[in-house]
């Protein structure tokens, strides 16, 4: 750790630089406190991020966001910009959880309307929305109907009854990659695809029914539709076995071909091709397959969501008001122009737990949100603050408009499920008054608070740095754990 602690050089209030060295094309930016910098060398965070830095055709810097942490080649936390002639793709660098994203829903009701139903609601939530290890859900696809969710994402939910053009409005991309193309994928990933629609899936996905305990800034909660004391809910879930089978199929493709490319992998995880070779294009398209796969999930689980809620309250869709405030991907590449170097560029910047943070006035934006900038959503734990904050230029001048995506792991799950085995999570939780389901005692362990990084710590880190800015502050009432 101390040789690594000293190649790092302070370059400002919570920005560090590892400068460019060995087979390094760029240097390395981590935007850290100095507590969370000593977490991410001594879990090899920091390594991987040279890694990321010595890939062929990366611009700029590589970057580790506040819960930069160890992952599968490259850290989850890390974002890289790839130039489209001589650059990568690389998917270790997406992640397994390809489209892993958080969805924010807000409502019209205040926690005090919901107090005395609160356990009824999460029991409902939990029967209806299915979890855990191979889950599948009540939608039972013919390849004909899996063909379609993989070319137009959440549009096919909205278009089958799962949802409204609102949600589409409101979810990044409008819930659909057109590149899109279901024979960019393997058979195993059709079949793993056909029944895990409308599901939460495991590990670190959950459900959770909050409230709005503090507003930061008020015009721009305003314009995202939220006030004190308010119900919302978050879901955070992805492209399940489909997405996964995605990413294990072209690691094994990817491994065999990058010597054939000539590139020369500083980790054999960072498995790679041209992001212009016929196999690079064809992962492309693979991947935004699957990403349409998760937005389409996601929009299912709303519409369960709106369900559970209905039945329970008694309320109809209009009384309740549970409509799409956001629907972010944190596990993604993404081809986007940048200005950089004084003119503008098309990248593929890949955020491996890391989403995008927009600011006012990109085109990507939902009309509703241009004049303010794209909503952030940064969950905390099952049991701590979650937050909701907009993008700003900063990030769009630094960090390819990325930030973090929530609190960031600081135990393996091996380690929290040692430390939480003679422990009841969930009757911790509810000592707090927050009520909690999970499909096993093991999964709420690896899951518990102490698992992660302190979110106000990550947060804080997020603003000082100017990569977004908070809006609003949320309480975990009751959660849902895959």
Known sequence: MADARKKIERAGECRWIIPRSGDMKVPVVIYSSEKLLDKAINDNATSQLENV????????????????????????????????????????????????????????????EITSRLETLVNSLFQ??????????????????????????????????????????????????????????????????????????????????????????????????????????????????????????????????????????????????????????????????????????????????????????????????????YDIAHNICKCENHTFEGKSRKLYVHRKGATRAFPAGRPELP????????????????????YILVGTDRAMEETWGSTCHGAGRAMSRHEAAREGRNRSVASELEARGILVRGSSKKGLAEEMPQAYKDVEEVVNIVEIAGLSRKVARMVPLAVMKG
């Open 367 to 386: 009309g509703r949100y241009l004049p303010h900038g794209q909503p952030v959503i940064i969950p905390g734990t099952m049991g701590t603050s979650s």
């Open 53 to 112: 830095a010595s890939l062929r055709g990366i611009e700029r810097w590589a970057l580790g966001m506040p819960d930069v942490h160890w992952g599968y080649g490259a850290p989850i936390g890390g974002v890289g910009a790839f130039d489209p002639e001589s650059g990568i793709i690389s998917p270790g660098f997406v992640g397994y959880d390809i489209n892993c994203g958080v969805r924010l829903l807000r409502s019209s009701l205040t926690a005090s």
């Open 128 to 325: 209806n929305i299915p979890s855990g290890i191979g889950s599948s859900g009540v939608l039972k696809l013919k390849s004909k109907e899996v063909e379609k969710v993989l070319k137009d994402g959440a549009a096919w939910a909205v278009k089958n009854g799962f949802g409204t053009e609102s949600d589409l409005e409101n979810t990044e991309e409008n819930g659909r990659l057109e590149e899109g193309d279901p024979d960019a994928l393997g058979n195993r990933a059709w079949e793993r695809g056909a029944d895990q629609l409308g599901t939460l899936g495991s590990g670190n996905h959950f459900l959770e029914i909050q409230k709005v305990s503090d507003i930061f800034d008020r015009e721009t909660a305003s314009a995202f539709g939220l006030f004190e004391g308010q119900v919302t809910v978050m879901l955070h879930s992805g492209s399940r076995g489909l997405g996964y089978q995605v990413c294990d199929d072209y690691l094994d493709r990817f491994g065999k071909i990058s010597a054939k490319y000539g590139i020369k992998l500083p980790d054999r995880q960072l498995a790679c091709a041209p992001v212009n070779s016929p196999e690079g294009k064809r992962y492309f398209r693979a991947m935004c397959a699957a990403a349409n796969y998760a937005f389409a999930n996601r929009q299912v689980i709303t519409h369960l969501v709106r369900e559970s809620f209905g039945s329970t309250m008694d309320l109809p869709f209009e009384k309740l008001g549970l409509s799409t405030v």
